[in-house]
């Protein structure tokens, strides 16, 4: 008797083949858009096709095409976008933002009270505010807790919780009793409990706190190279690393391919960063002449954050504020000079990228940051487009897959009523939000 059964071997290539068949099937986007500012600083044009393949962009097309213009398998899904009345751009990118914080009266007393899940409960919140906002990519600069970013980061990742995409730094390289060390006016035992793996005294320590970071698989690290407004401390605004120290954890990083960002606000100790090797300086307030040349030497980039200058000029004329004397004696001096230094560094040349320090500000309220930059630094509208997108992804070392729509970089894609390049304030309000093809902000929302 013949058996009827299929060969074993003929079974299992049968099972490959629908296998691959099933794994190759392809999902399609195509965004009809009305006005297309496809790569920013270049031309904007007119009905337009957007065409994305498995979330990332695959071509664009004049006209509006539809699927009998694609070459579609029959397991392929498609899916068409009416943004026709819209103009349509690259999602945002804010390089400096702290998820797991948000500064407000008592914020240092719930380190204490919070939980890293508690923490990271927060951050996730954030996240979707930032998304939602049109911005698809952020860099978080530096938390305050050990686990809770890093879950954030992982959970937007996995498709668990809904955010940008997030580069992370872990704790911020300090000094003991410096700017991001977080245990100012905290007992002891308090203290020993805040005490971050980031804080450092000497080489040795330094180079220990960075790799303790990368460990914890930190995607860039952040260094307090001067001290900051915002820590309770009469340190002022100047150097803080000596230049060993600083050399130790520049080295460090990038032994081991990690971007260097360094908050620096004084003039010396932008300049010893710079020196040593920092990717890109957040702030940046009291920045020289010295400095625009090492900007320019460097191919660095400077991260301004206008949108806190604002939060703690509000904060200075509130004479009820949380503000500490220490506080309010820094912030009156960075806020003079919060309105001059972005548009010397602009005028000379200097690399923009478009940073709010969100924790600090509100999340959510990031595209507010695009207007100071043209009504304090100077850029024009388009420029200050630049400085959130193309500029934004070199200034994060992902220039290959973000900042513009073209072939083989990620669908992130907003839209807009009206044309932001005659009024930038548009940006604030955006209409829709796509990140790698997946529709997270509709027209209707």
Not at 189 to 215: F, H, M, N, Y
Not at 365 to 386: H, Q, T
Request: aromatic letters at 6%.
């Amino acid at each position: 008797m013949t058996s009827s059964r299929i060969p074993f071997k003929i079974t299992i290539l049968l099972c490959l083949l629908t296998s691959l068949t099933q794994i190759h099937a392809a999902e399609w986007d195509i965004i009809h858009a009305g006005k297309l500012l496809a790569v920013p600083g270049e031309a904007v044009t007119a009905k337009q096709s957007v065409i994305l393949k498995d979330g990332k962009v695959y071509g664009i097309k004049s006209g509006y095409i539809d699927a009998v213009d694609l070459s579609l398998d029959s397991s392929d899904s498609l899916e068409i976008h009416n943004l026709k009345n819209h103009f349509v751009m690259p999602g945002f990118i804010d390089g400096h933002v702290h998820l797991t914080l948000a500064l407000a009266p008592g914020a240092a007393l719930s380190w204490v009270q919070m939980s890293d899940a508690d923490t990271a409960m927060l951050g996730a919140k954030h996240a979707r505010d930032t998304l939602m906002a049109g911005f698809t990519s952020v860099r978080d600069m530096g938390a305050f807790t050990d686990d809770a970013i890093f879950a954030v980061r992982d959970g937007i990742n996995a498709g668990y919780i809904i955010g940008p995409r997030t580069f992370v730094a872990g704790n911020p390289i300090a000094i003991n009793g410096g700017h991001g060390d977080f245990t100012h006016s905290f007992k002891e035992p308090v203290a020993d409990v805040l005490r971050t793996s980031g804080v450092c005294d000497g080489v040795a320590e330094c180079r220990k706190a960075v790799r303790d970071q990368i460990r914890r698989k930190a995607d860039h690290i952040k260094l307090t190279a001067t001290a900051g407004v915002m820590s309770d401390s009469n340190a002022g605004l100047e150097q803080q690393f000596f230049e060993d120290e600083l050399s130790a954890i520049m080295n460090t990083a990038k032994l081991m391919g990690r971007r260097v960002a360094a908050h620096a606000h004084g003039a010396e100790g932008i300049n010893a960063a710079l020196k040593a090797g920092a990717n890109t300086i957040e702030h940046g307030t009291f920045l020289n002449d010295e400095s625009i040349r090492l900007f320019v030497e460097n191919n660095a980039y400077l991260s301004p954050t206008l949108s806190a200058f604002k939060t703690g000029e509000a904060l200075l004329n509130d004479s009820n504020s949380f503000l500490t004397d220490n506080q309010r004696v820094k912030a009156e001096r960075a806020m003079t000079a919060a309105k001059t230094f972005v548009k010397k560094a602009h005028d000379a040349g200097v690399n923009i990228a478009l940073s709010t320090d969100a924790g600090v500000g509100l999340h959510g309220d990031n595209a507010k940051e695009f207007e100071l930059l043209v009504n304090y630094g100077g850029l024009s509208p388009m420029e200050a487009i630049i400085a959130g997108t193309l500029s934004g992804a070199e200034n994060i070392g992902k220039l290959d897959e973000l900042g513009s729509l073209e072939n083989g970089k990620w669908g992130d894609i907003v839209a807009v009523n009206g044309n932001p390049l005659d009024d930038i304030i548009i940006l604030q309000n955006v209409k829709f939000v796509m990140k790698e093809g997946v529709v997270y902000k509709h027209l209707a929302d």
